[in-house]
């Protein structure tokens, strides 16, 4: 099993729509989450981090649930400009911190 | 704030030539990360540096790959020699101290994107 899944996509989705991305890890001693969005051909940029009670930011809600070992990124109100790559981002700390990052969530807003 | 900064941007290269990468981390960063990102999967991370010291380079082929920051500042990737297979995006990332809770946002680079032919 990989330390961190994601499901690949594509996700294609209408402008308006609300849309959900799952990612689950394998290390139950991880402590610390983030999405990540890497648009084409750029370098990722922290999306938000992710907190035990759960965040949000805007149309951006993440949550975390350790007894399943998964995190989520919700969208709401798609806009087109949140056509990207979403990476789930990991870390353990086992004296030092380990960061992994999943291999991506590919989102594509349609007009 | 200046970024993280890469040189080159892109590279060609035929497969058993040796190629170098270099990385100038945001000032005062002490974690500095070198990531190799193959088209459609997510950045696997190479090697992490603490200041000068390594503090992971278990997915590093050492065979091929090595690594170096002497002065706990910028860095530099090397390869060689080549494998067609090495044609990714090297990602160079930092943040303040990875030992922090508050401090592991990691701020990337724009990458090198290198093609082995």
């Known amino acids: 099993r990989k330390e961190v899944e994601q499901d690949p996509g594509p996700f294609n989705v209408p402008e308006g729509a609300t849309v959900a991305f799952n990612c689950t890890y394998s290390?139950?001693?991880?402590?610390?989450f983030f999405w990540y969005r890497q648009d084409c051909r750029k370098e990722p940029k922290l999306l938000m981090s992710v907190y035990s009670s759960g965040n949000e930011d805007g149309r951006f809600t993440a949550q975390l649930n350790r007894a399943s070992q998964y995190i989520s990124l919700l969208i709401r109100d798609s806009k087109l400009s949140d056509s990207a790559t979403y990476l789930c981002v990991v870390i353990h700390s086992g004296g030092y911190q380990k960061v992994t990052f999943g291999t991506g969530t590919k989102l594509q807003v349609i007009p | 704030e200046a970024g993280v900064a890469q040189s080159p941007r892109y590279k060609i290269i035929e497969k058993r030539q040796s190629v170098a990468f270099w990385c100038n981390p945001i000032s005062g960063h002490a974690t500095l990360y070198w990531y190799q990102q193959i088209l459609g999967q997510g950045p696997k991370l190479l090697i992490q540096?603490?200041?000068?010291?390594?503090?992971?380079d278990s997915q590093l082929p050492k065979d091929r790959f090595s690594a170096e920051r002497l002065k706990g500042v910028d860095s530099t990737l090397k390869i060689q020699p080549a494998k067609l297979e090495d044609s990714a995006v090297y990602l160079c990332a930092s943040s303040l101290d990875y030992r922090g809770p508050g401090n592991t946002e990691a701020f990337f680079g724009q990458g090198t994107r290198l093609t082995v032919v």
């Open positions: 540096f603490q200041n000068n010291g390594v503090v992971d």
């Open positions: 290390n139950s001693a991880s402590q610390s």
